[in-house]
């Protein structure tokens, strides 16, 4: 395993400010179950608030999704480095590094984490992507703009997009620290995707629609994946992935999960 980076010891909270409740974003991994190898073997520390050494609970939430299954190790590194704790309120900063999703604001939420993962390590098992990095890709749902940092570094250019404002506003100020060049954050309604990006190699939605709009399919290279959740025959929702080969699209259904709804137009 490569060596993680280190992390400032000292928790920032400027950027906090209060959100309603929601309660959705459960899911379950069913990835091959092979163990990872030597996942960080760190004590389990609680955040406190200030002082808060997140860079050990976040080895901590990396060894456990490496024990829920997922084994590629790029995804690993980029959720050890991602500060999760920096993108949710203060009050909810306890709860950063669970494998659980958190309210950030305007009914919406930031996924759990293994959810992220699973979602970012789909998209790059596509046979097309193998050779990470990934070129452009496109987020459906900025919200809080964590996925969005995590995707910045598996791929080379990230474009997201939000069709809330205050959400749209709210990753702008919680990304602007972190200095990430290559994230591109657009204020619209992505069911139309974002046509001056395209093609991406891959697109990821973190809202679930009844179907995937024909524009993320038209945006999508050849060789590109959509993982995106979607509404099933059964009125569940479930991962479903979309790959656009030269021989034509081949789509499977995954397992079930539960994201806020995808809506057109912005507010
Ligand atoms: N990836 C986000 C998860 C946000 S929740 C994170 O890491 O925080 C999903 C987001 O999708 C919500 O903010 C919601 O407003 C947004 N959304 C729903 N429909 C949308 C659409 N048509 N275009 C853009 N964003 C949309």
Not at 26 to 33: D, I
Not at 156 to 162: D, F, P
Request: net charge positive.
């Amino acid at each position: 395993m490569k060596p993680r980076p280190s992390f400032p010891a000292r928790l920032d909270t400027s950027n906090d400010s209060a959100k309603p409740k929601a309660l959705l974003g459960a899911t379950r991994v069913v990835t091959p179950q092979t163990a990872m190898r030597g996942p960080a073997q760190v004590a389990l520390a609680s955040p406190t608030g200030v002082g808060l050494d997140s860079s050990a609970v976040r080895r901590r939430m990396v060894q456990k999704l490496a024990e829920q299954g997922l084994q590629d190790t790029v995804v690993l590194d980029a959720m050890g480095r991602i500060e999760r704790h920096r993108f949710v309120d203060s009050a909810l900063v306890n709860q950063a590094y669970e494998d659980t999703s958190l309210p950030i604001g305007l009914g919406q939420t930031i996924s759990k984490p293994n959810v992220v993962a699973r979602m970012i390590a789909l998209l790059r098992e596509a046979p097309g992507l193998k050779a990470a990095p990934m070129g452009r890709v496109l987020e459906i749902g900025t919200g809080c703009g964590y996925q969005a940092a995590v995707l910045s570094l598996v791929a080379r250019e990230v474009y997201s997009i939000e069709r809330l404002r205050g959400l749209h506003d709210k990753a702008k100020e919680n990304l602007r620290p972190m200095r990430l060049p290559n994230v591109h954050l657009m204020f619209g309604d992505g069911m139309l995707g974002y046509p001056k990006g395209a093609p991406y190699s891959a697109i990821i939605a973190a809202a679930g629609g009844e179907a995937v709009p024909q524009a993320w399919i038209d945006q999508l290279a050849v060789g590109g994946r959509i993982v995106a959740p979607m509404q099933t025959t059964a009125g569940q929702q479930a991962l479903v992935v979309i790959d656009k080969t030269p021989q034509g699209l081949q789509q499977s259904l995954l397992e079930a999960v539960h994201f806020v709804p995808l809506k057109s137009g912005i507010a």
